[in-house]
């Protein structure tokens, strides 16, 4: 995403970190994926002042902005080693800079939609998360810009967001890489427009449409509102280093494995 709808990353930022203001968790290390240009990394230092906070700074984020989340993590690191990376080295390589079982919460704010793979993000999630551990997220669903779907001989070029997953998508996910107790919520934004060149701003940075041409600003024929559909949702990994099955096979941890002595 980009600067147009900074409010926007900032707003459900704020508002997921309300909803984790009654979850009850122990938190050591911290992941934020994306930390939108460092804001949130100073609010989840604030509120865990003795974790280490990992992040993946979004792209587009200025120099300065690098430059002053890389102080305050060495600053931090003289009590802890966090990490600071960028979001573009996990879409290059689908992995987090994070050894296995380093974090205990991993805080992602409206990244999901962009992926075109949610399964293999939970799979990276459930790998970096110890036991006991918490993931949050917010994303945009299916609904998202569904005025423009109803406008006839639309001039521009609609595109549908990457990932499709609704609401009961991701619970089904979330059950099948093995969290616990996922919850699901989703809610409606409505945004409304006095000029067409603010739109199709937005469209764009919400990746709703190609890049726009200039010509195109002066469109009348479009909608005044934009529908957002947001989605959140948090889910735990407990019992990790318990056996599982998969295709009628059991597996069991070595850990579990042990020696009956008398």
């Not at 911290?30 to 230092?45: E, R, T, W």
């Not at 974790?51 to 120099?63: P, R, V």
């Not at 690098?66 to 102080?71: A, D, E, G, T």
């Not at 990376?85 to 999901?112: E, M, Q």
Request: aromatic share 10%; charged share 25%.
């Amino acid at each position: 995403m980009t600067q147009p709808i900074r409010w926007l990353q900032d707003e459900i930022a704020d508002r997921m970190l309300q909803k984790l203001a009654i979850v009850k968790l122990e938190v050591r290390d911290v992941l934020m994926i994306p930390d939108f240009s460092g804001k949130h990394f100073s609010v989840f230092a604030k509120r865990f002042p003795s974790a280490c906070i990992h992040s993946a700074i979004e792209e587009g984020s200025t120099g300065f902005q690098l430059w002053r989340n890389k102080v305050v993590a060495n600053w931090r690191s003289l009590f802890c080693p966090a990490r600071a990376s960028t979001i573009a080295s996990y879409f290059s390589t689908g992995k987090f800079d994070l050894p296995d079982n380093s974090v205990d919460l991993v805080f992602s704010d409206l990244l999901l939609q962009d992926l075109t793979d949610p399964k293999h993000f939970l799979k990276e999630c459930w790998r970096v998360l110890r036991d006991g551990g918490l993931i949050a997220f917010s994303y945009l669903g299916p609904d998202t810009g569904k005025e423009l779907r109803s406008v006839k001989a639309m001039p521009l070029e609609v595109k549908n967001l990457l990932s499709p997953w609704d609401m009961h998508d991701m619970g089904d996910a979330l059950i099948a890489e093995r969290f616990s107790d996922p919850v699901m919520d989703m809610e409606y934004l409505t945004l409304d427009y006095e000029r067409p060149a603010l739109l199709l701003a937005d469209l764009e940075a919400l990746k709703l449409v190609n890049p726009i041409a200039n010509s195109v600003i002066e469109m009348a024929d479009l909608p005044p509102k934009l529908t957002l559909e947001v989605i959140y949702g948090h889910a735990w990994v407990i019992g990790k280093n318990l056996s599982k099955s998969q295709d009628s096979v059991a597996y069991i941890c070595i850990n579990q494995i042990g020696r009956n002595t008398r």
